[in-house]
């Protein structure tokens, strides 16, 4: 027997035990029963099998579910706009909002370094035409300014790097952009103010040769930073930077003629100072050789006056003690000094016969000789 024929015991027969369940429904074929009805009701609402209505409302419902969240991403802030204006910021994370088109939401990136690339062919200060390239990095610092001020900030941007450039390189002259176009020898003159008031009074204070002097780049800088304040733009400029700073090709020639003999000129100059780096230590030392020997020599002189004017004083105070004495004793001091730097002659004849030599015979003579006076009577005869 099938376990659903008809007879006793249904409810054993039947393995869903519908039969044995309080109101008999509580199975699947009560959940089908439930779905059953429900489609029912709202196909009546609808107008039809299918449920119309229940199609629109469910996709009313995910539509103002989506609509009603957002997300904002770590590098993004948002500006909500109810009705196209401007209603609150929203910071990173996730946010409920009124469902469009009552609130948008417009996400802007903050934090990416966007750039802009340019290129300029301008006069100098000296009238000489000028190729620079540059490169500015800006990030966007205020959302609803960046959305709302400027039909196009980027654009403005772009407009405002290349006059702030103008500004700040035209007011130089060739020689010094090319030659250190790092640093500004001069401060900006009152021309360039009218594309950057601030900038313009900020060096226009500065004097020439300060150790704090302002680069091109920073000045550059400055003047887009401030030109950009003053249209509420919203964005920060992080960096300003030339990469390329030359005369154009028509007039390239003359200038690497120029260049060359500016490096001429250098090396001429650095080869002075070497051979002045070279010379003057040298110089100096022989003038401290020739003072120090000045000084010796000095000292030695006065050493010897003051050691001759003691022996006077001596002298003198034995002299007054004893003139004869003192008289015969200097006499013979004398003579001994005076004799010992001539040549000696030796007289054997007891005092008879005196006879002074030539020099050119004493001279001859070895220290001790003896001479007579025959030989020297011999010498004389021709």
């Given at each position: 027997?099938?376990?659903?024929?008809?007879?006793?015991?249904?409810?054993?027969?039947?393995?869903?035990?519908?039969?044995?369940r309080p109101?008999?429904n509580s199975?699947?074929?009560?959940?089908?029963?439930?779905?059953?009805?429900?489609?029912?009701?709202?196909?009546?609402?609808?107008?039809?099998?299918?449920?119309?209505?229940?199609?629109?409302?469910?996709?009313?419902?995910?539509?103002?579910l989506v609509?009603?969240?957002?997300?904002?991403?770590?590098?993004?802030?948002?500006?909500?706009?109810?009705?196209?204006?401007?209603?609150?910021?929203?910071?990173?994370?996730?946010?409920?909002?009124?469902?469009?088109?009552?609130?948008?939401?417009?996400?802007?990136?903050?934090?990416?370094?966007?750039?802009?690339?340019?290129?300029?062919?301008?006069?100098?200060?000296?009238?000489?035409?000028?190729?620079?390239?540059?490169?500015?990095?800006?990030?966007?610092?205020?959302?609803?300014?960046?959305?709302?001020?400027?039909?196009?900030?980027?654009?403005?941007?772009?407009?405002?790097?290349?006059?702030?450039?103008?500004?700040?390189?035209?007011?130089?002259?060739?020689?010094?952009?090319?030659?250190?176009?790092?640093?500004?020898?001069?401060?900006?003159?009152?021309?360039?103010?009218?594309?950057?008031?601030?900038?313009?009074?900020?060096?226009?204070?500065?004097?020439?040769?300060?150790?704090?002097?302002?680069?091109?780049?920073?000045?550059?800088?400055?003047?887009?930073?401030?030109?950009?304040?003053?249209?509420?733009?919203?964005?920060?400029?992080?960096?300003?930077?030339?990469?390329?700073?030359?005369?154009?090709?028509?007039?390239?020639?003359?200038?690497?003629?120029?260049?060359?003999?500016?490096?001429?000129?250098?090396?001429?100059?650095?080869?002075?100072?070497?051979?002045?780096?070279?010379?003057?230590?040298?110089?100096?030392?022989?003038?401290?050789?020739?003072?120090?020997?000045?000084?010796?020599?000095?000292?030695?002189?006065?050493?010897?006056?003051?050691?001759?004017?003691?022996?006077?004083?001596?002298?003198?105070?034995?002299?007054?003690?004893?003139?004869?004495?003192?008289?015969?004793?200097?006499?013979?001091?004398?003579?001994?000094?005076?004799?010992?730097?001539?040549?000696?002659?030796?007289?054997?004849?007891?005092?008879?016969?005196?006879?002074?030599?030539?020099?050119?015979?004493?001279?001859?003579?070895?220290?001790?000789?003896?001479?007579?006076?025959?030989?020297?009577?011999?010498?004389?005869?021709?």
């Open positions: 027997m099938a376990w659903n024929e008809p007879g006793k015991n249904d409810g054993q027969r039947d393995p869903w035990g519908k039969n044995n109101n008999g199975g699947p074929n009560g959940l089908d029963q439930l779905l059953k009805r429900l489609r029912q009701r709202f196909g009546k609402l609808g107008g039809g099998p299918g449920g119309i209505f229940t199609i629109v409302l469910a996709v009313l419902l995910a539509w103002l609509s009603s969240a957002t997300v904002i991403n770590t590098s993004q802030t948002g500006v909500v706009l109810r009705f196209g204006k401007y209603s609150r910021t929203l910071t990173p994370g996730f946010h409920f909002k009124l469902p469009a088109p009552i609130e948008t939401v417009a996400k802007v990136e903050t934090t990416r370094i966007r750039a802009q690339v340019g290129q300029v062919r301008m006069l100098t200060s000296d009238e000489n035409i000028i190729s620079v390239a540059y490169n500015v990095q800006y990030q966007v610092s205020d959302p609803r300014q960046y959305l709302f001020s400027t039909n196009d900030p980027d654009d403005t941007l772009a407009q405002a790097a290349e006059a702030a450039v103008r500004s700040v390189v035209g007011a130089h002259s060739m020689d010094e952009i090319l030659t250190s176009p790092g640093d500004a020898a001069d401060s900006l003159p009152a021309s360039a103010a009218s594309a950057s008031a601030a900038t313009a009074a900020k060096l226009a204070a500065a004097k020439p040769g300060k150790d704090d002097r302002i680069t091109l780049q920073q000045q550059t800088l400055d003047a887009l930073q401030h030109t950009l304040d003053s249209y509420h733009a919203g964005l920060q400029v992080t960096d300003v930077s030339f990469q390329n700073v030359a005369p154009p090709d028509e007039v390239k020639a003359a200038f690497d003629d120029v260049n060359a003999a500016r490096e001429d000129k250098q090396s001429a100059v650095n080869k002075a100072h070497a051979y002045a780096n070279q010379v003057i230590p040298q110089a100096t030392g022989e003038a401290a050789r020739i003072i120090a020997q000045a000084k010796g020599d000095k000292a030695e002189r006065i050493a010897r006056a003051t050691g001759d004017a003691e022996r006077f004083n001596l002298l003198l105070k034995e002299y007054k003690a004893a003139p004869a004495v003192t008289r015969q004793r200097l006499w013979l001091e004398t003579m001994e000094d005076v004799m010992a730097r001539n040549p000696k002659v030796v007289d054997g004849s007891g005092g008879r016969n005196i006879i002074n030599l030539p020099a050119g015979l004493g001279s001859k003579l070895s220290p001790g000789a003896t001479v007579s006076a025959d030989a020297a009577s011999q010498e004389k005869q021709p």
